[in-house]
């Protein structure tokens, strides 16, 4: 279409069409660099093959988005409450990369009345990866609630993985955590050993249990699985091969820097500690793949965990009982205040927009302090529906953000509210 520009040159109004659909306009004005030689059939190709890249850029963009999405869901499940252990988790993703990765995390109790540990990596990336890792990771749920042992777990794993192509070559390491007898079982298919911290002794790797990748021909050989029994106050912890792997560097060495980092840190409270345990390993060189770190202290931080019904009529006695359990592990009163208010808040939303105040649901909280980190976390099974826009809307997401130092909200099976706080920080 011959338009002209506002300088008065003329100009040429193209159509953008990818997939037998317009999705916008290309504009170009100027004089042609030879008087009379314009091509129009040149400029359609030109506009034809510039809507195609933005069509394949926009589609590229949503599947990233659709992985993410995907991704941060698992990562934000619900992790089991009991007061014998603690878990804390931190996931990275490479810098040099805008796809998503296979890494993942998982806790989960087991009926057998131990807690189940997995940190796995997908090959590949972006949503299929996304995609085989929210699938392997409900196939190892669900095998191990049949209280079959970790090498079974594995064998099984092989089996489901053959009709899953995505999910072959997968690496993974599962762990059985028995809470009353310490006795813990585990079994690694090609992925890197856990590292044991002992409350007294040196740290050590856990070398027993080996076998190859899912779905390999090593792994055809027979999975093995080795077991322990871990002292009260021992820490555990799993990983993906990016916390250890530098370019150049032998892997032995990323496995003694690993080693050191974590002995240097063993008074250092779990959640503050993986986050250390993360910036260190990955200065420098650090970085070029995704990294997934699971740590769990055997008879960890103190545990608050309540259920309420979705009425705001609960929301007081909420408040005096979380205040009171907060009071008896020594927190400060304008601390309590801040975590109490914030805790009121999110479960506030919960039964206004997750249940429409249907008394019928129920809203969890959990509260973990683990040294000077207060870490809450209350979710919902609703269906979260947003507030009408109104002045008085949206205040308690952005007064919970003031209070504590650390939000996200993850919008999947309901609504899951994290946030922590660390205690004698100054005031913002």
């Not at 794993?157 to 995505?166: G, K, R, Y």
């Not at 039964?351 to 969890?364: A, F, K, Q, S």
């Not at 099974?381 to 809307?393: V, Y």
Request: proline share 6%.
């Amino acid at each position: 279409m011959p338009l002209a520009a506002p300088d008065g040159r003329p100009a040429v109004g193209l159509p953008l069409r990818a997939r037998g659909a317009v999705i916008g306009t290309l504009l170009l004005a100027g004089d042609p660099a030879v008087p009379g030689r314009t091509d129009p059939e040149f400029l359609l190709d030109l506009a034809d093959r510039a809507g195609l890249a933005l069509d394949n850029a926009r589609l590229a963009e949503q599947d990233r988005e659709v992985a993410r999405t995907l991704q941060r869901s698992l990562l934000a499940s619900e992790r089991p409450i009991d007061a014998r252990f603690h878990v804390a988790t931190v996931y990275r993703p490479a810098v040099k990369t805008l796809e998503v990765g296979g890494d993942w995390y998982d806790t989960f109790l087991t009926a057998s009345g131990s807690v189940g540990l997995v940190v796995g990596d997908v090959v590949g990336r972006g949503i299929r990866a996304a995609s085989a890792m929210g699938q392997l990771r409900s196939a190892v749920r669900a095998l191990a609630k049949a209280q079959c042992g970790p090498a079974t777990v594995l064998q099984y794993m092989d089996d489901f993985v053959a009709t899953l192509e995505a999910g072959q070559m997968t690496t993974l390491a599962y762990a059985e955590l028995a809470l009353d007898t310490g006795r813990l079982r585990y079994a690694c298919a090609g992925h890197p050993p856990p590292l044991l911290l002992p409350p007294d002794t040196s740290p050590r790797y856990l070398w027993e249990g080996r076998s190859g990748p899912l779905g390999t021909r090593a792994a055809s050989r027979g999975r093995r699985e080795a077991e322990l029994t871990l002292p009260r106050g021992s820490r555990l912890l799993l990983y993906t091969d990016g916390l250890v792997e530098r370019r150049g560097e032998r892997i032995d060495q990323g496995f003694n820097r690993l080693a050191e980092v974590v002995t240097s840190r063993r008074e250092t409270p779990l959640a503050s500690l993986v986050e250390q345990v993360s910036d260190a390993m990955l200065a420098g060189e650090g970085g070029h793949d995704d990294t997934c770190l699971l740590a769990l202290a055997f008879d960890g931080a103190p545990r608050y965990h309540c259920e309420v019904p979705a009425e705001v009529a609960a929301l007081r006695p909420l408040r005096g009982e979380l205040d009171d359990w907060l009071m008896r592990y020594k927190v400060p009163e304008t601390e309590r205040y801040a975590i109490v208010l914030a805790c009121s808040e999110a479960v506030a939303n919960a039964i206004e927009h997750g249940y429409l105040g249907n008394p019928v649901g129920r809203v969890r909280v959990g509260v973990t302090i683990d040294g000077n980190i207060v870490e809450l976390r209350v979710s919902d099974s609703g269906q979260w529906r947003a507030p009408r826009p109104s002045a008085d809307r949206g205040r308690g997401m952005a007064l919970m953000g003031r209070l504590m130092d650390d939000l996200v909200v993850d919008c999947g099976e309901g609504t899951t509210v994290l946030m922590r706080r660390r205690l004698g920080r100054s005031a913002r």
